[in-house]
């Protein structure tokens, strides 16, 4: 997916006559594709940035239709709701050529899905004077999207949806070296232009594989949709027409113009493309679903009102579900049919969408099916669903081979009975079916208490057993030690052997939070000394019992990788002009989104003995990290160190011209 937004022009393919796409009008979109980048991306300047924020734009989002992975809407703080606009015959969806794999048949998952579409798109252009005199205008163009999509290199496939919403600003030919102000209808950002009068600025909100909350967390919003007060309207049921400019509203504090001040600059446009479809789907969110006894129990929720548990032939019936008029709730019990073998999944339909959404409900583990008592005999019947798998345990009764009913002969059932297999368990109520009265016994009195009883055995003392949730840990991150299963324990001892150097919350306690500090910080004014040790950390937990007795120590081991640093060909210091340094950061090979991000430190080396900090970077998603500072320091920089705050370290000579 390409990380630079540039203006398509309109392209209409050259098709057959009369074929379904030669219809289809395309129209210009203003952002091309994912980029998974942070929130100031490209040129990492302390005056590129977002100004005025714009929080709460986005306050709801719906359930998933599981049919394609998405939610089925987005709702702003007007209460304005946006659906997916996926039609691909539509021109009002606005997609790009070859977005749709293949156009002339109707948008399907997975196989002929968009790798990207919007709930809402907006875009807008101003024209800028040249960088140089004489030179030809320059523009900044404006996107704001919220956008679902796929990570890059992952394509169209289950379980890699996500959604994330984007403010960008790119310069082309703009003034040089100027620190530009943009303001939009959803806040204010700032961009300092390079030598070349190009400059950018993207936040991405936020680009987290199936966590379609984030986007709300973000500065986008409300939906901005076309002026009513200004001709011609919206189409019915849309925002507006992607193939056209039209004046808008919905901006923070009305404002819905896009601008620029700088240096002898002033510019503005009220024209904006716009796109995004007006939900009138509900959806609906698959809850649980369980077999008890002979029946299908099913939990859903919906604003609909019509929605059924779709039947499977042998199993159960087409059923609809009902609920409480005031509420979302939805329910449904289903009689499974005789020796049906048990479903593994239910799919819930709510029919009043156009088209229809869906949700899919898995019933894993185990279900009980019978658990009766006739007075001799216990009667135990349940069936293993992925992942569990058979001898099923009944527990205090014994085993089931199959999801055949056993007969287990007992005098007192249990009132409940539990069967398990691994991680997995499942619990019936024992009906009882029959069996005689049971015969009444005379009154015993108590033995007396016979006070206490010594035990001569011989103790084999307490036992550490010490367990980590996180084996690998970058540094920055914190998880759990675990000692608590500990036999005959009363105290307990952490320390360190060896490796990294770690904290501890508390070494006196059986669940302590273990940390692993970050090499350096972003704010260091010196560089770290190299550490002394390094490698697995290693720990060991010592408990005591109540006699003071110690065991013997439980070891764990905590991998602490860190990243590898490469400073990029081209750092560069034009004395009085520009001091340019980029590089990667990749941990095993690897970018990816990190919480909190990776910062590098910058030092000026070129006399070892007196190195002088130059600036710290941000590490964006795909690995990029890049310093520019203007004019730079006074004195000429040949050579630097940079510091990770995961561990890295690398230094580069840098050319003076």
């Known amino acids: 997916m390409s990380a630079d937004l540039r203006s398509r022009p309109r392209h209409r393919p050259t098709r057959p006559s009369g074929s379904r796409a030669s219809a289809r009008r395309r129209v210009p979109v203003l952002l091309a594709a994912v980029v998974l980048l942070l929130a100031l991306t490209g040129t990492s300047l302390a005056a590129t940035q977002v100004t005025v924020i714009n929080a709460g734009g986005l306050t709801a989002v719906g359930p998933v239709n599981t049919e394609i992975g998405f939610p089925a809407w987005y709702q702003d703080r007007t209460g304005t709701r946006m659906e997916p606009c996926l039609d691909g015959s539509n021109p009002l969806c606005g997609f790009l050529p070859g977005t749709i794999p293949d156009e002339t048949l109707p948008i399907s998952f997975p196989d002929n899905f968009p790798a990207e579409f919007f ?39 289950e379980g890699n949806q996500m959604v994330f919403a984007r403010t960008r600003v790119v310069v082309k030919g703009g003034p040089a070296n100027a620190m530009l102000t943009f303001r939009h209808p959803f806040g204010s950002l700032t961009i300092d232009t390079d030598s070349t009068g190009a400059g950018r600025l993207v936040q991405d909100i936020a680009p987290a594989v199936g966590n379609f909350s984030t986007p709300l967390k973000g500065n986008f919003g409300p939906f901005l949709t076309w002026d009513p007060a200004t001709a011609p309207p919206a189409p ?40 995004g479809k007006v939900a009138t789907n509900t959806g609906v969110r698959g809850d649980h679903a369980d077999i008890n006894g002979s029946f299908l129990d099913v939990f859903a929720t919906s604003s609909g009102t019509t929605l059924q548990v779709d039947g499977v032939s042998g199993q159960y019936a087409t059923t609809p579900m009902t609920h409480d008029p005031d509420s979302d709730r939805h329910y449904a019990r289903i009689a499974l049919e005789s020796g049906a073998t048990p479903p593994t999944s239910v799919t819930v339909t709510n029919l009043g969408d156009n088209p229809v959404s869906h949700a899919t409900v898995s019933l894993g583990g185990i279900q009980v099916s019978q658990a009766s008592y006739d007075g001799t005999m ?226 000026d080396v070129t006399r070892p003995a007196a190195p002088v900090r130059l600036g710290s970077a941000a590490v964006d998603t795909l690995g ?34």
């Open 378 to 603: 216990l009667t135990v019947a349940a069936n293993a669903v992925a992942p569990a798998g058979y001898p099923l345990t009944v527990a205090g009764i014994g085993t089931l081979p199959s999801s055949a009913p056993v007969a287990f002969p007992v005098s007192a059932p249990p009132a409940v009975v539990t069967v398990s297999s691994g991680s997995s368990s499942a619990s019936l109520p024992v009906t009882v079916t029959g069996g005689p009265a049971t015969t009444a016994q005379p009154i015993v009195s108590p033995t007396p208490d016979p006070g206490p009883v010594i035990d001569g055995s011989t103790t084999t003392g307490p036992v550490a057993v010490a367990t980590v949730a996180a084996p690998s840990l970058l540094r920055g991150g914190t998880t759990t030690l675990d000692g608590s299963t500990s036999t005959g324990a009363v105290s307990f001892a952490w320390s360190q052997v060896s490796g990294t150097p770690v904290t501890l919350s508390s070494p006196t306690v059986a669940k302590p939070t273990v940390t692993v500090p970050f090499a350096t910080v972003a704010t260091a004014g010196s560089p770290v000394p190299a550490p002394t040790a390094t490698g697995p950390a290693v720990l060991q937990l010592v408990v005591t019992d109540t006699a003071g007795v110690p065991s013997a120590p439980a070891v764990v081991q905590i991998a602490v990788p860190q990243d590898t640093l490469a400073i990029a060909a081209g750092a560069r210091h034009r004395l009085g002009t520009e001091l340019r340094i980029d590089g990667t950061s990749l941990i095993g090979g690897q970018a990816g989104v990190l919480a909190p991000p990776t910062s590098v430190v910058l030092y």
């Open 119 to 157: 709930y809402s798109l907006a875009g807008s252009t101003l024209t800028l004077p040249g960088g140089s005199p004489g030179a030809p205008a320059g523009r900044a163009v404006l996107t704001l999207g919220l956008e679902a999509a796929f990570p890059n290199g992952v394509g169209v496939s």
């Open 624 to 657: 990029n990290w890049s310093l520019r500072l203007k004019p730079g320091p006074k004195v000429q920089v040949t050579s630097v160190l940079v510091q990770s705050t995961r561990g890295g370290t690398a230094t580069a000579t840098v050319a003076t011209r």
């Open 236 to 275: 019915a049921g849309y925002a507006g027409d992607p193939a056209q400019t039209h004046t808008v509203v919905g901006g923070l504090a009305d404002y819905n113009l896009f601008s620029v001040t700088g240096p002898g600059l002033s510019a503005q446009t009220n024209q904006f493309t716009v796109q």
